[in-house]
């Protein structure tokens, strides 16, 4: 029995030893395991962007990215800036701002009947400007428009 102890010991002594190294093995220093993230890895400690989050290769491997809303999105040229869940409008497009994306819904349809509308207007003005040329004075109707 004497010689069961101190062979047992040895056992547990050398499994830990496996194990540490084992588990340490691929890592910085020794200390923690590599990161892997989207086909490239990273050691304990790395930061990266990924889109609007920064991501961090924490203990035992894991990594942990955050926040991920972009404040603004780029659109256009000249670039232009916009808030984040803001509405602008691209020439016949409505265009929303999300988390750094840009989605805009074609809105020609719409805008066609404004610009028919618009150019109808012009011509009502324009025609209403050529009647009363060369008359210096007003009537009752001109002053009801």
């Known amino acids: 029995m004497k010689v069961v102890f101190p062979l047992a010991v040895l056992l547990l002594l050398t499994y830990t030893v496996l194990s540490l190294e084992a588990n340490n093995s691929g890592t910085q220093s020794g200390t923690q395991p590599d990161c892997k993230f989207h086909g490239e890895v990273y050691q304990y400690g ?13 203990e035992a491997g894991t990594v942990i990215c955050g926040p991920d809303v972009c404040s603004t999105c780029k659109w256009g040229s000249p670039t232009m800036y916009y808030q984040h869940k803001g509405f602008f409008v691209d020439g016949c497009k409505i265009c929303e701002c999300f988390d750094g994306i840009v989605s805009c819904s074609d809105q020609t349809e719409l805008c066609e009947k404004q610009r028919q509308e618009e150019a109808e207007r012009k011509a009502a003005e324009e025609e209403m400007n050529l009647e009363n040329v060369g008359t210096d004075e007003i009537s009752d109707e001109d002053l009801l428009l």
Do not use: I, Q, S
Request: hydrophobic share 25%; proline share 8%.
């Open 46 to 58: 790395d930061t990266w962007p990924n889109n609007c989050a920064v991501c961090r290769c924490r």
